[in-house]
């Protein structure tokens, strides 16, 4: 008999890695689950480790859940960026980082690029 919470989380896995890969273009997949040490959902972002949650009628659960596990996957994953996608009341998504994670997303983002002297956009 198929386990409905792990089908429901791998359906939501499979949504959110369209909706980014519709959103950026980049070939966006799930992470095959098993790995000893956990990187996250997806890949095919640029340096970010993705942490997907499915609750939408309890959203802050996912983000609590997300606050707990992510930074680990962070670390395992060895990426630059670490960010949760969580499903909301009404099928919608919302991307969720820990100000640690947004403070580096800012920094790079912010970095004046090496060659020309330009901040980076």
């Known amino acids: 008999m198929p ?3 792990k089908t429901k989380g791998d359906n939501a896995e499979r949504e959110a890695a369209a909706l980014l890969k519709t959103l950026t273009g980049w070939p966006i997949h ?3 689950a098993g790995a000893s040490r956990d990187t996250g959902d997806l890949y095919g972002l640029p340096q970010t480790c ?3 949650k499915n609750r939408p009628k309890d959203p802050l659960r996912s ?3 997300i606050d707990a596990e992510l930074p680990d996957q962070w670390t395992n994953s060895g990426c630059t960026f ?3 996608m969580v499903r909301r009341p009404g099928g919608r998504w ?3 980082m820990t100000p640690e994670m947004f403070v580096t997303l800012l920094r790079e983002a912010t970095r004046p690029e090496q060659d020309s002297g330009k901040v980076a956009v």
């Open 3 to 5: 386990n409905r919470s």
């Open 30 to 32: 799930r992470i095959r």
């Open 50 to 52: 993705l942490q997907v």
């Open 63 to 65: 983000i609590r859940e």
């Open 82 to 84: 670490a960010a949760g």
């Open 94 to 96: 919302t991307v969720v």
